[in-house]
Structures are given as structure tokens and as C-alpha cells.
């Protein structure tokens, strides 16, 4: 499996982990990281300071021991929890999408790589039989032809030769 689809799996389990530890952290988290003295107070978003939550201690009037979150803070998280998955299928299609195209960028390289190869194995093998076919001059017939007449034309001039010294 390759990296990049290895990153994409895991990209939907971190976002999933991340939005379930802030939601921990959002209800359990003040009552870890409690102050000494008192009650805690209200911790807001720094963007909305309608979104808040309060901590709640043991023996302060409320049902359980947790937090109390504010009706925007609850909505937003609501809201985020329920589109979640949505989200996650709209950047899964859209990171596929985008694997796709690297993968047909590849296989076009890949096809491109192959042509140039062929096309130089073709070449290669075309200078390799040229290499091997024998020039006119090389051929037997031609060869036996000339080292005939040579031999003749030695011959003839040594004889007129010897002619010409009696």
C-alpha cells in the first residue's frame, strides 16, 4: 500500500481522534485541571464568547459531576459531531480525486518511458544489422574477381619485365 494511501486511511481516524479528545477534554478536562480554591470558572472560546463551559465540582447544585456547556457551545459541537462523517466523505472524494490524477499522470509517464525505450531498441537494433550486413566491396565474389586480377597484372607485368631485361 502506498504512502499516500496509507495517509489517507489514517487521516479520517486522526480527525475522528481529535475531535473525540477535544470533546473529552471539553467534559472531563476541568475536572482534572481543577483549581484549588472554589469553583473553576467558565472557560469561553477566544473567537465566540458565547461559547463557554463551566465546570461543575461535587456538591455544587447540578444533576451530576462534569460540565455545563453553553447552548452555542452545544449546538457547534452537536453540529460538528452530526457532520462529521459528511465532511470526512467530502475530503475522502476529494483527496481520491486527486490520487486519481497522479495515478493517470503515472501511467502516462509510465507509457511515455516505454514508447522512448522501444523506439531506442529499434534503433539500436537497426544500426546493429546494418552493422552486420557486408559492403559491396566485401563481398566474396567481388573480392575472388579483384585478387584474380591482380594476380594476373603482377603476373603479365613481371613477365613483361623479365622480357625486357633479355
Known sequence: MSDKRRKLRNYGATQRLSLGFWLVLVLVGPDAVQAQEGAPEPVCDPTSPTRCSAPLVTGQPAPFNGQLLSPDLAIDLGQRAELFDLR?????????????????????????????????????????????QKRWFEHPLFVATVAVVLTGLVFYISVEALKALK
Not at 497522479?102 to 552493422?131: G, V
Request: hydrophobic share 40%; glycine share 4%; net charge negative.
Open 88 to 132: 470526512l466523505g467530502l475530503e475522502l472524494k476529494w483527496a481520491t480525486g486527486l490520487l486519481q490524477v497522479d495515478l493517470s499522470l503515472e501511467k502516462q509517464l509510465r507509457e511515455n518511458d516505454r514508447k522512448a525505450f522501444e523506439a531506442q531498441i529499434n534503433l539500436l537494433t537497426t544500426r546493429l544489422e546494418e552493422a552486420h
